[in-house]
């Protein structure tokens, strides 16, 4: 079983950073073998793809966010982190952190979201 904690999020300015952590507490499985992903959902919108880090360490970004956001790991500690910086009102939303894992020891796990509003 693997539970994800979320924190950071808030109100925040046009052109502001925020920072947001995802803490995996996983009893008998490994933080470092999950792929980790943020994901967004707008209000009366899709949940959507923001970044993901691998567990090679490699990433992709959304390309609205590419330039803008950071996804980082850090497995020592079992956190994954989305450094967020020049945020623009449309990345108002909620955030969500997912741990997935493959066959065959498979789990995919989410997050209790946080809210990122961007506002002046």
């Known amino acids: 079983q693997v539970q994800l904690v979320q924190s950071g999020g808030g109100l925040v300015q046009p052109g502001g950073s925020l920072n947001l952590s995802c803490s995996c507490a996983?009893?008998?499985?490994?933080?470092?073998?999950?792929?980790m992903t943020w994901y967004r959902q707008a209000p009366g919108k899709q949940r959507e793809l923001v970044a993901r880090i691998l567990t090679d360490g490699s990433t992709n970004y959304a390309d609205s966010v590419k330039g803008r956001f950071t996804i980082s790991r850090d497995n020592a500690e079992n956190t994954v982190y989305l450094q967020m910086n020049g945020l623009k009102p449309e990345d108002t939303a909620a955030y969500y952190c997912?741990?997935?894992?493959?066959?065959?020891?498979?789990?995919?796990?989410w997050g209790q979201g946080t809210q990122v509003t961007v506002s002046l």
């Open positions: 996983a009893s008998g499985s490994s933080f470092r073998t999950y792929a």
């Open positions: 997912n741990a997935y894992r493959g066959l065959p020891f498979s789990g995919n796990y």
